[in-house]
């Protein structure tokens, strides 16, 4: 018995190894999606994994304030004479969490909504488009402000659930609009001459239809969320604890970085670390659309 288990064990290991292998090989299609999706890869494990290594400076130096990139100070050092890059390593992390949180909750409310919408029609319908047209008049950036300057924010995860829940009324919209079209199809009368039930068919059936399109929204709503993100903490709104690339945004516009001529790589270094963030979070869609678009292969 133990021997089949491990056996079963070693087979579904496999096939998952396999499926990635594949997957990394479609990928690859695309060259920029490719360089984007190992640029995020490389983010992640430093922003996770980096900080366990580098340990985060904060020791005032005031000897070595706005110095330049050297052996000592990979990226220089700020107002204070500490070190950027470990605030580099350690700012990343409450930035993808606020992004990945606000892309999962958005996502999951604007598609499963979405479909139900499109899908099973009638009152059902008209109330969760009433819903969404109402949410879509509110201005969602002067909304944040308001809230943000109400509510005291513990923890940047707070912020990306507040984010994520003012953000899904577009994808509900475009969702519904394409669970309509989904639902002519035959495949779908032939699930409900199937009686296999709404669950099946919408979970089943039409959102892993439509997975090319909900991923390409889900990293949008990441690049969304961490601008957002950045605004708010330039603004004084967002969480000022601990660190992250905004609040070094933040610091060295108020510490009046500007006007040091030897500043700018404390200026630049978050500045590019967000871009290159963002870019990256574009262009992998370049390669996730291959994944959930076969026909797309062709063409690569």
Known sequence: MDTQHENAMIGWLKQRIQGFRTTLRIMRYNTVGYIGFLAIVAIVLLSYIGPYFIELDTDTKIDKIYNTPSSEFWLGTDHQGRDIFSQIVHGGKDVIAVGLAAGLISTIIGVTFGTLS??????????????????????????????????????????????????????????????????????????????????????????????????????????GAIYALVGLVLLGLAPFSGTNWGIMLSLAWTRGAIFFKDSIWYIMCPVVAIAILQLSLITMNRSLELIFNPRLRTEA
């Open 118 to 223: 499109g899908f099973i029609g009638g009152w059902t319908d008209t109330i969760i488009v009433a819903i969404t047209d109402f949410v879509l008049t509110i201005p969602r950036f002067p909304l944040l402000v308001v809230l943000a300057a109400i509510l005291t924010f513990d923890s940047n995860i707070y912020l990306g659930v507040i984010l994520g829940l003012l953000n899904w009324p577009s994808l509900l919209r475009a969702v519904r609009s394409q669970a309509l079209s989904l639902k002519q199809r035959d495949f779908i009368a032939a699930a409900r001459a199937l009686d296999l039930g709404t669950a099946h068919i919408v979970f089943r059936e039409i959102i892993p239809n439509m997975m090319s399109y909900i991923i390409i929204s889900f990293t949008l709503a990441m690049t």
